[in-house]
């Protein structure tokens, strides 16, 4: 990828289980449609067709089997079906891309959690992303806890495989986040996500307006 070209703004959203990523991203979205700024609202795995069928068997509940590797494998070649049919083509055309989750999760949950390694997921998908990074992600930062029983208290919420993973993954994940925070501390923003989610939205749009969109 020319990394030279004009080209839109990457906006990505991470978090762990029950974040509320997919509740502020649609109020961003929102926002940024109020502001009349052209943008594409998307996620991972999935977005595009190829992607939410991937998307289907890496959550399946009843994948229980999957190896450690072969998950990381299948986020890889979703996101990279989903990068060239969906999100490339929106930032060439100068469009902002809003997108639930990025290469991120897959360092956290695969690389970290998982122990596959960090800088050996992100090999991984080098080949996938082709150095390719969003200009900035917010981490909606929460106690596992907090995040996992607002899942189990919400009828609408998709219960996935990594729902059903132990209290214990999910302190890992956290962890990883933190980690990554310390590595990415040029793009990635930390949000405390136990407040309301207006409050996420607020704070989100105040780092957006003095940063990414300060001159749009």
């Not at 502001?35 to 190829?50: A, D, K, N, Q």
């Not at 069928?53 to 994948?63: A, G, M, W």
């Not at 986040?177 to 105040?206: F, G, H």
């Amino acid at each position: 990828m020319n990394e030279n070209r004009v080209r839109g703004k990457f906006i990505t959203l991470e978090g762990g289980e029950g974040s509320g990523k997919t509740t502020v991203i649609s109020r961003l979205s929102a926002y940024l449609d109020r502001r009349s700024l052209t943008h594409l609202l998307t996620r991972e795995p999935g977005g595009i067709e190829i992607s939410e069928k991937i998307r289907d068997i890496i959550l399946d509940p009843h994948n229980t089997a999957m190896d450690a590797r072969t998950e990381a494998l299948l986020y890889a070649a979703a996101r990279r079906q989903h990068l060239v049919e969906k999100v490339e083509p929106a930032l060439k055309a100068g469009n902002i891309v809003l997108c639930d989750r990025f290469v991120d999760s897959s360092l956290v949950y695969q690389g970290y959690a998982r122990g596959l390694g960090i800088e050996e997921v992100w090999n991984m998908n080098q080949f996938a992303i082709d150095s390719l990074l969003p200009d900035v992600t917010f981490y909606l930062d929460i106690e596992p806890e907090l995040g996992l029983s607002r899942i189990a208290a919400s009828m609408e919420r998709e219960v996935n495989r990594l729902d059903l993973e132990g209290l214990a993954f999910h302190h890992k994940v956290r962890e990883g986040y933190r980690k990554l925070v310390e590595l990415y501390s040029d793009r990635m923003i930390v949000i405390d996500a136990s407040q309301t989610p207006e409050q996420i939205e607020k704070d989100i749009i105040q780092a957006m307006e003095k940063g990414i969109l300060k001159d749009l």
